[in-house]
Nanobody, 116 residues
Framework: QVQLVESGGGLVPPGGSLRLSCAASGFTFSGSAMRWYRQAPGKERELVATIARAGQSTSYADSVKGRFTISRDNAKNTMYLQMNSLKPEDTAEYYC?????????WGQGTQVTVSS
């Protein structure tokens, strides 16, 4: 079955960096666009970044543009989110997401906390 497993979260001071990974299995990874979402306590889940199937096209939320970079390695069935210049407002649970055969799938999430 489709599985998405995030990793790489943690506690980082403001201005620091983290790299999140999303390991995918159970479907043809190279055939699916992928997304990162995040949800902060008490807030709605928001779209952070999207990457096309071959990685040739990406898009970002205005709040992370210029600081975050989404990428993928189709040979490793893995998507990444490089997060630089982290701010306290980036604190959230981060989720990877895809749609396979018209069904949406979410990972379990990885917590990112930006605090001194």
């Amino acid at each position: 079955q489709v599985q998405l497993v995030e990793s790489g979260g943690g506690l980082v001071p403001p201005g620091g960096s983290l790299r999140l990974s999303c390991a995918a299995s159970g479907f043809t990874f190279s055939g699916s666009a992928m997304r990162w979402y995040r949800q902060a306590p008490g807030k709605e889940r928001e779209l952070v970044a999207t990457i096309a199937r071959a990685g040739q096209s990406t898009s970002y939320a205005d709040s992370v543009k210029g600081r975050f970079t989404i990428s993928r390695d189709n040979a490793k069935n893995t998507m990444y989110l490089q997060m630089n210049s982290l701010k306290p407002e980036d604190t959230a649970e981060y989720y990877c997401y895809t749609i396979v055969n018209f069904i949406a799938y979410w990972g379990q999430g990885t917590q990112v906390t930006v605090s001194s």
